[in-house]
Structures are given as C-alpha cells and as structure tokens.
C-alpha cells in the first residue's frame, strides 16, 4: 500500500486548505484512515481519522468543529478539509492506513504512512 499526501501550501490565518491522500495497491475501503501531523520539535499528534464504512469519524479536540475528514471510495482517497486555519495548526501533514479498519488515534495503530506534505499558517 503507497500513501501519497498533498494539498499543503502557505495560508493565511482565517484561511482553508483541502490536504488529500490517495491510496494505490490496495483500494480505499479496506482500511481505516487518519491523519497526523508533526510541528518542529514537537511529537506527531493525530488530527482526525475515518473508519472503513465511512460511518466512524474522530477528531483532535484542537482541530473539532474546524477540520473535517472525507473518504471517497471510488477515487480512492481520503480528504482533510482545513477552516478557520490557526497559526498553531503549522506542522507536516501525514496521512497514514490502518488494515483493520477502525478509527483511532494512536499512531502505533497505523499500518502505512505517505511522506506528508507542509501545512504553513501565517499570522
């Protein structure tokens, strides 16, 4: 399974951004997907994932109400859909694959990452 993220860019605070994932080598609705990020010289965090049916949403308190994840099945990608951008929300964004299906938070759970792609938010 190979990950590929983009989507990333410079915006202003206030401002959007639509990050996508697309999943190649196996099709999308095998697996739960989520998305992490990772500041400079901070720990990866999670931000939001989505299980398999699509039915399972989680989000990171800090992103809840503001982001929001999106499966399409047929293209064979996951979205995030970035609003009301913070300066605070600048880090590298990954998405990542977890084989069994369910939505979660922990990193270790997840089975595939993609190389990310750089979210910057400017003041």
């Known amino acids: 399974v190979q990950l590929q993220a983009s989507g990333g860019g410079l915006v202003q605070a206030g401002g959007s951004l639509r990050l996508s994932c697309v999943v190649s080598?196996?099709?999308?609705?095998?697996?739960?997907m989520g998305w992490f990020r990772q500041a400079p010289g901070e720990e990866r965090e999670f931000v939001a994932a989505i299980s398999r049916s699509g039915r399972s949403t989680l989000y990171a308190d800090s992103v809840k109400g503001r982001f929001t994840i999106s499966g399409d099945n047929a293209e064979n990608t996951v979205d995030l859909q970035m609003s009301s951008l913070r300066p605070e929300d600048t880090a590298v964004y990954y998405c990542?694959?977890?084989?069994?299906?369910?939505?979660?938070?922990?990193?270790?759970?997840?089975?595939?990452w993609g190389q990310g792609t750089q979210v910057t938010v400017s003041s």
């Open positions: 990542a694959a977890e084989r069994f299906g369910t939505a979660t938070r922990r990193a270790s759970d997840y089975d595939y």
């Open positions: 080598g196996r099709t999308l609705k095998n697996y739960a």
